[in-house]
């Protein structure tokens, strides 16, 4: 998808640019001579000047008009490169905290894997409550999935994918085995709302579907 973005926009600029020099060198063709004809005398115009000196501005604004357009078309399509980086390194930073986390606590995965988030947690008024560690960590990997399917589904200029489709399916597969996780799943199954429901309509039918 990049490269055809990065064909189009250079595409169009290299049109944009060749017709700016062809309008700015093309010359209007003399008609051919008839040899019968006679000579005809050239009576000199005083508005001759007049009319060539609007010629000249006309042909240096369309010129410039050109030029900057195509600076647009170049800034519009370092900015989409610019925004998908930012997701990229963002996401990238959030999940390699997570995972640099847990092998300081390895402790706290095997927990994940056995035991189930309980609404007690959720619950401070509630006497027996008690906050598991991997709580904050079982929150943070859904919301980091979370993110990535909202920025996979979001487009620039309605058309542009913000995330390409490659990374975003290895998201997938990373977050189809986080949610093979007991408590990541639990927990998210009780904190629903806290999430969108795309998200949550999306983990119904393409994540748990592959874990059952």
Not at 11 to 32: D, I, M, N, R, T
Not at 88 to 103: D, E, H, N, P, W
Request: charged fraction near 20%; proline fraction near 7%; charge should be neutral.
């Amino acid at each position: 998808m990049e490269r055809k973005i990065a064909f189009f926009f250079v595409l169009v600029v290299g049109v944009a640019c060749g017709l700016g020099v062809g309008v700015l060198f093309a010359q209007p063709v003399e008609p051919p001579a008839i040899l019968a004809s006679p000579p005809v005398e050239v009576v000199p115009n005083p508005a001759a000047k007049v009319r060539d000196w609007y010629d000249v501005a006309d042909i240096v604004l369309r010129v410039v008009t050109i030029v900057v357009l195509s600076g647009g078309l170049l800034g519009t399509f370092a900015v989409i490169t610019s925004l998908r980086a930012s997701a990229y390194s963002q996401i990238y930073s959030r999940f390699q905290g997570v995972l640099l986390k847990l092998a300081e606590h390895p402790h706290l995965f095997e927990r994940m894997k056995r035991e189930e988030y309980s609404l007690a947690e959720d619950d401070p008024t509630d006497p027996h409550s008690q906050t598991n560690p991997h709580r904050f960590i079982a929150n943070c990997i859904v919301n980091l999935y979370e993110e990535a399917f909202l920025l996979y589904n979001a487009r620039v200029l309605s058309v542009i994918d913000t995330v390409p489709d490659d990374y975003w399916q290895s998201m997938l597969g990373s977050m189809r085995s986080a949610f093979r996780l007991k408590y990541v799943r639990t927990h998210w199954e009780h904190r629903q709302p806290s999430f969108s429901p795309k998200f949550n309509r999306f983990v119904k039918e393409e994540v748990l579907p592959t874990i059952a």
